[in-house]
């Protein structure tokens, strides 16, 4: 009894802590891509928080806050009624063209990652044009030891990376080699 | 440099001395060792001269480390390959290696009691190993996910920042026995003594630091921090917190409490650590692959230098040349 009394406490006290689990080893992914058009011009169409509709992937952005720190966005992929990644916004340099964020809620089916953050920049090119940056940090969708081949470090890694690609590939498109 | 230690043997004053002919003006200074967990090895820093010296193999992803000038050596622990490894000091290859079970993450040392305690991430519980050979002595229970581990400096206390329990577990570290389990901010996960041997957690969910009286296990303040800190380190009667989110390092007075300053970093700076002489701050860049040295007193930055992929240096990194700290 001393011992089911002991595991239950023990079991109460890990449940409101699972949601914030993470596996061992963080990984780290940059993708960037250049760009015609000049960083003005490329800013215009990512800097704003509450449109991700240059994203192929994003069917719709519906958020609030603007461009504020602590701005909320929820995305919607492929199209009405997808699966929605829902982020906040944590730092904003219109200035640097730079902003940073991260995920607060999606489901690991969706996007294999948790604790997810991701900092998007646009630089001028010495030769004319932009440079486009986006990285992100992140664990596994995994949190424990031994994760299976779907949520370990590899299918991470190959998610965010198959996301910024597509990102990345759109922009290089619309904006011009 | 300081007289040596009596006990120190003659192999590793051989290598102090062989060292300092080959590296002129470096061999005495302090160095840096920074767990690179991305390209799983070890960058070898002479802090004096601001540049990376050796780079070892650690296989596994390594996070936590701990330095032990008294005992020749550098401790690491790669929570992929679930492996505590030895090195001599200056670090060559690893003298010895010990796989332990569940997710080993953090790592103190003993040096005193040639103790090292490594925080079981998954299983709420620290493996209390000999410094000698690596053999399990025993093993302490803590709270949920202990991350973080710190020893006083005059041997006093150990504790456990367990951080799904949002407490830090303080113990004997003589008899090894649970004194408090203290309650602190949300999620600690670094954990450092102060020179005047007060507890400090940095609260990654909170973003605070908790001042903790490890003798009463009261709690005696709070340091409002930026985004996500990690762990702190003190010199110059301050402190200093990584801000992992913010790139940045938040500074406060250690006594008061009181922000000082906030000085910008490398981007996801997470390892901080004190040069011995108490007047350089040394951070690693997760992201950046660099280190950020920082004046303690002017606050300036003044070196920067690289490193492998991926630094975590998340323990005690910086360290005095072996068996020369008093």
């Known amino acids: 009894m001393r011992y089911l009394g002991r595991f239950l406490l023990t079991f109460l006290l890990i449940l409101p802590a699972l949601a914030e689990a993470h596996g061992p080893t963080r990984q780290k992914l940059t993708l960037s891509v250049d760009v015609a058009a000049a960083p003005d011009a490329v800013w215009a169409v990512i800097g704003n928080f509450q449109d991700m509709s240059w994203h192929p992937a994003v069917?719709?952005?519906?958020?609030?806050?603007?461009?504020?720190?602590?701005?909320?966005?929820?995305?919607?992929?492929?199209?009405?009624?997808?699966?929605?990644?829902?982020?906040?916004?944590?730092?904003?340099?219109?200035?640097?063209?730079?902003?940073?964020?991260?995920?607060?809620?999606?489901?690991?089916?969706?996007?294999?990652?948790?604790?997810?953050?991701?900092?998007?920049?646009?630089?001028?090119?010495?030769?004319?044009?932009?440079?486009i940056e986006w990285k992100g940090a992140f664990y596994r969708g995994y949190p424990n030891n031994d994760p299976p081949a779907n949520l370990n470090d590899e299918a991470a890694l190959a998610a965010v990376g198959a996301v910024y690609k597509a990102g990345l590939d759109a922009l290089e498109k619309k904006f011009g080699k | 440099m300081r007289s040596k230690r009596s006990s120190a043997n003659s192999r590793i004053k051989l290598a102090v001395v062989l060292?300092?002919?080959?590296?002129?003006?470096?061999?005495?200074?302090?160095?840096?060792?920074v767990t690179n967990q991305s390209s799983s090895d070890l960058s070898v820093v002479d802090l004096d001269r601001m540049v990376e010296v050796g780079r070892i193999a650690v296989p596994g992803q390594p996070a936590g480390v701990a330095v032990a000038p008294r005992l020749g050596a550098v401790f690491t622990v790669s929570p992929d390959a679930k492996m505590l490894r030895r090195f001599g000091m200056p670090a060559g290859a690893p003298v010895a290696e010990r796989k332990l079970d569940g997710g080993p993450i953090?790592?103190?040392?003993?040096?005193?009691?040639?103790?090292?305690?490594?925080?079981?991430?998954?299983?709420?519980?620290?493996?209390?190993?000999?410094?000698?050979?690596?053999?399990?002595?025993?093993?302490?229970?803590?709270?949920?996910?202990?991350?973080?581990l710190a020893l006083s400096r005059d041997g006093?206390?150990?504790?456990?920042?367990?951080?799904?329990?949002?407490?830090?577990?303080?113990?004997?570290?003589?008899?090894?026995?649970?004194?408090?389990?203290?309650?602190?901010?949300?999620?600690?996960?670094?954990?450092?003594?102060?020179?005047?041997?007060?507890?400090?957690s940095a609260d990654v969910g909170s973003n605070?630091?908790?001042?903790?009286?490890?003798?009463?296990?009261?709690?005696?303040?709070?340091?409002?921090?930026r985004d996500r800190?990690?762990?702190?380190?003190?010199?110059?009667?301050?402190?200093?917190?990584?801000?992992?989110?913010?790139?940045?390092?938040?500074?406060?007075?250690?006594?008061?409490?009181?922000?000082?300053?906030?000085?910008?970093?490398?981007?996801?700076?997470?390892?901080?650590?004190?040069?011995?002489?108490?007047?350089?701050?040394?951070?690693?860049?997760?992201?950046?692959?660099?280190?950020?040295?920082?004046?303690a007193e002017s606050l300036e930055i003044v070196g920067e230098v690289t490193t492998g992929d991926g630094p975590r240096a998340f323990g005690r990194f910086v360290s005095t040349p072996p068996a020369t700290r008093q």
């Open chain 1, 59 to 131: 069917f719709s952005t519906a958020g609030k806050g603007g461009n504020a720190v602590d701005a909320t966005r929820v995305l919607t992929l492929e199209e009405a009624g997808g699966p929605t990644i829902s982020e906040v916004l944590y730092k904003y340099d219109a200035a640097k063209m730079s902003y940073s964020y991260r995920i607060t809620e999606v489901d690991v089916n969706v996007l294999p990652v948790t604790n997810y953050s991701s900092h998007l920049t646009v630089t001028a090119n010495a030769g004319g044009g932009s440079h």
């Open chain 2, 208 to 225: 605070t630091v908790t001042a903790v009286d490890p003798a009463s296990g009261r709690v005696l303040g709070h340091v409002t921090t």
């Open chain 2, 19 to 33: 060292a300092a002919l080959a590296l002129p003006g470096g061999a005495l200074a302090d160095y840096a060792y």
């Open chain 2, 156 to 200: 006093r206390w150990l504790a456990t920042a367990d951080r799904d329990a949002n407490q830090v577990s303080i113990f004997d570290a003589e008899t090894l026995t649970l004194r408090h389990r203290v309650t602190v901010g949300l999620r600690p996960f670094g954990l450092t003594f102060s020179p005047d041997g007060r507890l400090f």
């Open chain 2, 106 to 148: 953090g790592v103190a040392v003993d040096e005193r009691r040639g103790r090292v305690f490594v925080s079981d991430w998954y299983n709420a519980r620290v493996f209390v190993i000999a410094a000698d050979g690596l053999a399990t002595l025993t093993v302490l229970a803590t709270g949920s996910a202990p991350a973080g």
């Open chain 2, 229 to 295: 800190p990690y762990a702190v380190a003190f010199a110059s009667g301050r402190g200093f917190v990584t801000n992992q989110y913010d790139d940045s390092v938040s500074v406060f007075d250690a006594r008061s409490l009181a922000a000082i300053a906030v000085i910008d970093t490398g981007e996801y700076p997470e390892g901080i650590d004190a040069s011995a002489d108490g007047r350089r701050i040394i951070v690693a860049n997760w992201f950046s692959n660099s280190l950020t040295v920082i004046d």
